[in-house]
T-cell receptor, first 117, second 113 residues
């Protein structure tokens, strides 16, 4: 597999469920991101991990919990979500700082479509 | 923080016509301005970008212009084709990297036959 892959592509969950979104990048990048995409809103940055350390939180509710075990994998753990959390969650990666060419380009996955009932 | 506004929200053009999408930003320190295209059900992908040391950049049928004084930048698509139909997002960054991108709300472009 190449690029950025996300699983599952679709997820339906109740407000009391616990689920996780998974992201894997095969590009050798050192930064990974979670974005939320809702209709008629800008792409909202949720979390940034650079060199496996979280560097940005952007005041995301604690019901979203990220995990980055290594530079290739990123998870978003979900618990007690609200219906307004229904959205497309996009993972992305980029090369930041030393260790490779820094172009400023984000490489996105296809996204995980989440529906909270 | 940075605020990016994008207009129009929807745009319909006939095949062969030109399309222009405009964005304004608030932080004069922003120095990197990429454009992403997202086809229906697909991931956003970078199509062109510009840095603050240039005023215009072209790549075949697409071009981006930047006016730092007015703090706005635009995407121009000439000779539009049906495959140009997508949502286009502008963004701005103060660091020149992907880690500090602020996105606009997107423009849905429809190219009709």
């Amino acid at each position: 597999e190449t690029g950025v892959t996300q699983t599952p592509r679709h997820l339906v969950m109740g407000m009391t469920n616990k689920k996780s979104l998974k992201c894997e990048q095969h590009l050798g990048h050192n930064a990974m991101y979670w974005y939320k995409q809702s209709a008629k809103k800008p792409l909202e940055l949720m979390f940034v991990y650079s060199l496996e350390e979280r560097v940005e939180n952007n005041s995301v509710p604690s019901r979203f919990s990220p995990e980055c075990p290594n530079s290739s994998h990123l998870f978003l753990h979900l618990h007690t979500l609200q219906p307004e959390d229904s959205a497309l969650y996009l993972c992305a990666s980029s090369q930041e700082g030393a260790g490779g060419p820094v172009t400023g380009e984000l490489f996105f996955g296809e996204g995980s479509r989440l529906t909270v009932l | 923080g940075e605020n990016v506004e994008q207009h129009p929200s929807t745009l319909s053009v006939q095949e062969g016509d030109s399309a222009v999408i405009k964005c304004t930003y608030s932080d004069s320190a922003s120095n990197y301005f990429p454009w992403y295209k997202q086809e229906l059900g697909k991931r956003p992908q970078l199509i062109i970008d510009i840095r603050s040391n240039v005023g215009e950049k072209k790549d075949q049928r697409i071009a981006v212009t930047l006016n730092k004084t007015a703090k706005h930048f635009s995407l121009h698509i000439t000779e539009t084709q049906p495959e140009d139909s997508a949502v286009y997002f502008c963004a701005a960054s103060i660091t020149g990297t992907a880690s500090k991108l602020t996105f606009g709300t997107g423009t849905r472009l429809q190219v009709t036959l």
